[in-house]
T-cell receptor, first 118, second 111 residues
């Protein structure tokens, strides 16, 4: 099956610094990737849709200047949390769609990145 | 973007019992999907049911869809401790690439 990786799996950073999270589709090309945020014991909140070769589409209430998304290739999207604050601490998950697969509606998820801002 | 509701929010059962989780949604859909998430991990796609389907099976999983009631259920038969996880439903509509997520059901299967 389609595999999506995320790096790093855990990161601790100091308040005010920036953190980059990578999301890679390992065995398929993903023109569209999604970035989610999840708080403990809650559901996923879609932050933005990342489109290869174009600007990301952000959901209402998500600051695009704070959460920078770059989808430079068909297998890599990055999320950079700029000037991180403790309230940005969360579990960040990416997913990708494999349009060549048997079900174009399925999303394949990365294992997530636990961000802790101190 | 959350539109789905799931019940129960938490479910605790004994190994071997069946577990049923329900999901309701608000708008017309193209398909409905169920995902599982183990604690602190990513999500795993379980099953997709299209709007013109009423029931679908996959191993110990049985999913039903009632579009007139805008609801779906996920039944896990003969549960195992390894089924302990959170289960989410998600809906897709039209050509929208986004999934609309339910709030999830936390299932605990006690050995």
């Amino acid at each position: 099956g389609a595999v999506v990786s995320q790096h790093p799996s855990r990161v601790i950073c100091k308040s005010g610094t920036s953190v980059k999270i990578e999301c890679r589709s390992l065995d398929f090309q993903a023109t569209t990737m999604f970035w989610y945020r999840q708080f403990p014991k809650q559901s996923l909140m879609l932050m933005a849709t990342s489109n290869e070769g174009s600007k990301a589409t952000y959901e209402q209430g998500v600051e695009k200047d704070k959460f920078l998304i770059n989808h430079a290739s068909l297998t890599l999207s990055t999320l950079t949390v700029t000037s991180a604050h403790p309230e940005d601490s969360s579990f960040y998950i990416c997913s990708a769609r494999d349009l060549s697969g048997t079900s174009i509606y399925e999303q394949y998820f990365g294992p997530g990145t636990r961000l802790t801002v101190t | 973007s959350q539109q789905g509701e799931e019940d129960p929010q938490a479910l605790s059962i004994q190994e071997g019992e069946n577990a049923t989780m329900n999901c309701s949604y608000k708008t017309s859909i193209n398909n409905l999907q169920w995902y599982r998430q183990n604690s602190g991990r990513g999500l795993v796609h379980l099953i997709l049911i299209r709007s013109n389907e009423r029931e679908k099976h996959s191993g110990r999983l049985r999913v039903t869809l009632d579009t007139s009631k805008k609801s779906s259920s996920l039944l896990i038969t003969a549960s195992r401790a390894a089924d302990t996880a959170s289960y989410f439903c998600a809906t897709a509509a039209g050509n929208n690439r986004k999934l609309i997520w339910g709030l999830g059901t936390s299932l605990a299967v006690n050995p």
